[in-house]
Each structure stands twice: as structure tokens, then as C-alpha cells.
């Protein structure tokens, strides 16, 4: 029996014309789609909008999906599938499942026995990645550091002796109004020889990537992160 497929779709990172980060042929799959699921249904309309639908956009069906959402619910969406539909999977920015609530709509998929199709997109963990020269074969990625300044501090310590001990990039967000407290505390709880990658507002006009060692951040003007989308990423000499 042939199954419809869920496809993985990318959304922007920021303000930048879909041209710069979405090929064409996915940009016309997005737009063919008559259902998704979405994190937000307002910010799934902004996406389908930009990239162009073939019918009207209130005519698309967008699913919800919240942390609260029951697998039986998520079956039900993924129902038609199984007889030959296709739906659009969408994060809130970047490559959905990818430290992303999307996933647990891929393993309910997998789960029903229906194909599951990823399509290439912007990823702000793996540009980061690249563009840092850090270490690209052994990484891990932590989410959000703790908001408390002392569990945050015992976990960049952690990360840092993990980095050293494996010689493995780390990497993590932080809640954009924190980023500049954030910046601070790497400073003051990272080794001088620890080199540290920011990668602000990555794939828009305001792009900014830099890395510099601990003690070299600590000598230069502290970057513009008030409110803007940033990855921290960092790595310790063994």
C-alpha cells in the first residue's frame, strides 16, 4: 500500500527574501500543501505567504501543535496519509524536528508506517557550526542553559569539562532579552583559552559571526545581541 509522506519543511531565520535560504522546487511543494502542522498557525501563514500558495491561504488547513498535544490527536492529523495525502510539517524558524516539538510528529509517522521526507533548509545549529571553525565532528547541543546565574554557571562549567575531556563543540541558545547576560557570564565562567563563537541573526542582513578565544572577547567590545536571534557556541583546548 502506498502512503502519503509528511514533508519537513524549513522556514527563515529572520527577515531575508526566501530566495537566500529555500530552493526553489521546495518553495513550490510549500506552497502545492493544503495542511501543515505548526507551532504557531500566525507564523505558518507569514511562511506560506511569503513563499506563494496556489490557493487561498485561509483555505489551508493549519494543525496546531503545542507540548500539550496528545500522540492520539497528532494521529488523527497524520490520519490521511495513509491514503495517499501530503502535509506540511513547519518549526517557528529553521529545520523543524531538529531541536524542535516537530519531532515528536516525525515518530508518531514512523510510527503509523508513513514516509517521512526532509527537505533542505536553513538550519541555524549547522551554519553556526560552520561557520565557527570549531570542532565539526564531535558536538553537542544543549537547548537553553538554566536562567538561575548559579546553575547556568555550574552548567557552562560542566559543558566546558565535557568540551575539553572529548574535544567537542557545545552549543546552545539563549531567550533573545537574555543573550547580553548570557554573553557576561560566558566571560566570567569560561577559561581564558576557551575560544567562543557568536553567531548572530544568521541568513539575515544583520548576520554577524565571530570567534575569539575567552581572553580575546574579554579585550574587545562586547557584540550587539539585545533581543536578536543568537547561537553561543564554544570550544575548550585540551
Known amino acids: 500500500m502506498t502512503t502519503g509522506t509528511l514533508h519537513l519543511i524549513p522556514v527563515g531565520l529572520g527577515e531575508a527574501p526566501p530566495s537566500l535560504w529555500l530552493p526553489p522546487d521546495v518553495q513550490q511543494l510549500a506552497g502545492r500543501l493544503e495542511t501543515y502542522i505548526a507551532e504557531n498557525a500566525k507564523t505558518a501563514r507569514a511562511f506560506l505567504k511569503q513563499v506563494g500558495t496556489i490557493r487561498p491561504l485561509q483555505e489551508i488547513t493549519i494543525h496546531t501543535l503545542s507540548k500539550d498535544t496528545k500522540e492520539q490527536e497528532i494521529r488523527q492529523w497524520l490520519a490521511p496519509l495513509r491514503g495517499g495525502a501530503e502535509i506540511g510539517l513547519v518549526s517557528e524558524a529553521g529545520c523543524p524536528a531538529v531541536a524542535d516539538p516537530g519531532a515528536r510528529v516525525a ?3 514512523h510510527a503509523m508506517g508513513v514516509r517521512v521526507a526532509p527537505w533542505v533548509g536553513p538550519s541555524s545549529l549547522l551554519l553556526g557550526l560552520m561557520a565557527s571553525g570549531l570542532e565539526g565532528q564531535r558536538f553537542a547541543f544543549h537547548g537553553y542553559a538554566p536562567v ?5 554557571n555550574r552548567s557552562l562549567k560542566a559543558w566546558e569539562a565535557a568540551s575539553r575531556q572529548h574535544s567537542q563543540t557545545q552549543l546552545f541558545i539563549e531567550t533573545p532579552y537574555r543573550n547580553e547576560a548570557m554573553f557576561q557570564s560566558l566571560l566570567q565562567t569560561l577559561k581564558g583559552d576557551t575560544r567562543l563563537c557568536i553567531a548572530r ?10 570567534t575569539r578565544s575567552i581572553a580575546e572577547w574579554k579585550q574587545s567590545p562586547a557584540p550587539d545581541l539585545a533581543r536578536k536571534p543568537t547561537l553561543f557556541l564554544f570550544l575548550a583546548t585540551r
Open 107 to 109: 515518530a508518531v509517522a
Open 148 to 152: 538561575r546565574p548559579d546553575e547556568r
Open 201 to 210: 541573526s544568521l541568513t539575515t542582513p544583520d548576520e554577524w559571526i565571530r
